[in-house]
Each structure stands twice: as structure tokens, then as C-alpha cells.
């Protein structure tokens, strides 16, 4: 079973950059699809990233809400055990918590961005975007 931890939030100026990182443990991270989600004060949890396993030969996917298309960049390294989030020019509306999942996938270019499809789930870190 993989465990997730997020890191990296913290408060920024709007038109400034924040890179999240999720450390896994517990598994073999390139079985895993992965994505990025997040969560702001009463309202539900959204779809902002998410990046395919990269077991075999299949080529990664990602794919991206339109709300960030262009400003964020997922990433994963399997040497690091880690994923990543690259958010630039950051806006008050990218306030919230942002949360890491995992689903397992094997030999799959899969990529999920239902909630539901992830099995897996880190604690949260929050990101607040204000002047």
C-alpha cells in the first residue's frame, strides 16, 4: 500500500510560482497513475492534473483542467519516488489545498482525473495566493 506526503505549499503574491512534491512510499511508484487535486473552503474537491504510470513502454500521458492548462506542469520521477506540480502565475483563485493521489495501473497509459479513481491519498498542503 502507497503512502503519500505533500510539501512544498505555502502563501505567494499573485503572478508568483509554488512547486508542490508528493513523496510515495510503500510502492512501486511507476505502477501508479497519479494526479493532482485540489480543494478550496466550501467547495468540492477539483481535478487539476494527472499524469499516467510509466511501467513499460507505453509513453505518459498527462492532461490538465482548463482552468490551469498553461500555467501548471505535472511531473513524476520514479528515481525519486515523487511527484510534481509546477504552478506558475498563480492566482487567488488557485487558493485551496492541494492533494496528491495514486491508483494503481499496470502496464497502463491510463490517466484519471475522477476523484473516484484514485485508491490513494496524501494529507494536503495548502497553497494560498494573496497580495
Known amino acids: 500500500q502507497v503512502q503519500l506526503v505533500e510539501s512544498g505549499g505555502g502563501l505567494v503574491h499573485p503572478g508568483g510560482s509554488l512547486r508542490l512534491s508528493c513523496a510515495t512510499s510503500?510502492?512501486?511508484?511507476?505502477?501508479?497513475?497519479m494526479g493532482w487535486f485540489r480543494q478550496a473552503p466550501g467547495k468540492e474537491r477539483e481535478f487539476v492534473a494527472a499524469i499516467s504510470g510509466s511501467s513499460g513502454s507505453l509513453r505518459i500521458q498527462t492532461r490538465y483542467s482548463d482552468s490551469v492548462k498553461g500555467r501548471f506542469t505535472i511531473s513524476r520521477s520514479n528515481a525519486q519516488k515523487s511527484l510534481y506540480l509546477q504552478m506558475n502565475s498563480l492566482d487567488p483563485e488557485d487558493t485551496a489545498v492541494y492533494y496528491c493521489a495514486a491508483t494503481l495501473t499496470y502496464y497502463s497509459n491510463s490517466i484519471y482525473t475522477n476523484p473516484r479513481s484514485y485508491n490513494y491519498w496524501g494529507q494536503g498542503t495548502q497553497v494560498t495566493v494573496s497580495s
Open positions: 510503500g510502492g512501486i511508484i511507476s505502477n501508479y497513475a
